[in-house]
């Protein structure tokens, strides 16, 4: 074998493989151009047996017409024998004769294409049929074969995900971090408002002390002031330095 001759084997060998490869592939779409293809050239086999069978009606009418000529000949043939016209009687018999054979001759192609037809239409109902059913069938295939790739990712998707980690421990890992994250937020709000509670009754208390202090001095100022008579009965001071009270008899 010749150099070039390898070089197209090599050559058309992978040109095969590259093909199947493609129908490997897509299979379902090469089968469903298949089925279209199928149903195309029935289209044309309907096309040309509606041909057909318009020339089997046409030998049909040529029967019809020599049966009612071969009816007309014979009456007229008994009519001219009545009437003792032999000569006319012999004219009409020999083209009785002629359409007799017309007759046998197209009686004999119209059952022939009668047979045919019928046939034809016999094939083409069983390949509509075997189309119609390849049609549901490779549909049928069309949605398993969907479905069993589609459960193949994601019986992948789940092995992939199981090499990498294992669901019940990790997740499980995750959601509690997830919720030492919730209980640290809500402690710290609770601290939060606790204090903040705490800071309020302090505040209160400040203020309630610092109200009566002024008060307190303020009476002192008008007392000293004279506006207003000291009160016969002793007041316990809450602010400033206490007086200490002067012994008895001193100073009487």
Do not use: C
Request: hydrophobic share 40%.
């Amino acid at each position: 074998m010749g150099l070039i001759a390898r070089i197209k084997a090599v050559w058309y060998a992978l040109l095969n493989q590259s093909v199947t490869e493609m129908e490997d592939k897509h299979v379902i779409a090469l089968a469903e151009t298949r089925l279209q293809q199928a149903t195309e050239r029935l289209k044309e086999a309907r096309q040309g047996l509606i041909n057909y069978q318009a020339l089997v009606l046409k030998v049909q009418q040529q029967v019809d017409g020599d049966r009612s000529r071969i009816t007309s000949l014979t009456g007229q043939i008994k009519h001219h024998l009545s009437a003792a016209q032999e000569e006319s009687a012999g004219q009409l018999a020999l083209e009785l004769a002629r359409v007799k054979a017309d007759l046998a001759s197209n009686e004999e192609q119209l059952s022939q294409h009668q047979e045919n037809y019928e046939n034809n239409l016999l094939k083409m109902k069983a390949a509509l049929k075997d189309i119609e059913t390849s049609k549901k069938e490779l549909q049928k295939k069309k949605a398993a074969l969907q479905m069993e790739k589609a459960l193949a990712e994601v019986s992948e998707a789940a092995g992939a995900l199981n090499t990498k980690f294992d669901v019940s421990s990790d997740i499980g890992s995750i959601l509690g971090r997830v919720d030492d994250q919730i209980h640290k937020a809500r402690a710290r709000s609770k601290v939060a408002s606790d204090l903040g509670d705490q800071n309020v009754e302090q505040l209160k208390a400040r203020m309630e002390a610092d109200r009566a202090e002024a008060k307190e001095l303020l009476d002192q100022f008008k007392i000293e002031q004279g506006l207003v008579e000291p009160s016969t009965t002793p007041t316990e001071k809450t602010v400033g330095p206490e007086k200490q009270a002067a012994p008895e008899g001193e100073g009487s």
